[in-house]
């Protein structure tokens, strides 16, 4: 079955760095889109990052220059390398997979609060 299993969320000082990571099963990892998701308390769950099959990357532009998304297809891993970070950036941190049919797979997510 597909598993996603996250890590790397936590709490951290605004201005300091966090990377997460979401280790993905069941799934062919290299010909999947790998995206970030994050969800504050109240608000809509919004897209940071994705990344697809043949590396091109996209941001958020509230993220983009300091986030920065990747992937290891030899530990079927994607990465989400945050700096700078800033007290709106709290909130649950969502991976998710797409598979080259569209169904999309989600992880459990990870806790990110900044604190001022």
């Known amino acids: 079955q597909v598993q996603l299993v996250e890590s790397g969320g936590g709490l951290v000082q605004a201005g300091g760095s966090l990377r997460l990571s979401c280790a993905a099963s069941?799934?062919?990892?290299?010909?999947?889109?790998m995206a970030w998701y994050r969800q504050a308390p109240g608000k809509q769950r919004e897209t940071v990052a994705y990344i697809i099959s043949n590396g091109v990357t996209n941001y958020a532009n509230s993220v983009k220059g300091r986030f920065t998304i990747s992937r290891d297809n030899a530990k079927n891993t994607v990465y989400l390398q945050m700096n700078s970070l800033k007290p709106e950036d709290t909130a649950v941190y969502y991976c998710k997979f797409t598979t080259t049919n569209g169904a999309n797979y989600w992880g459990q997510g990870t806790q990110v609060t900044v604190s001022s």
């Open positions: 069941g799934i062919i990892f290299s010909i999947s889109t």
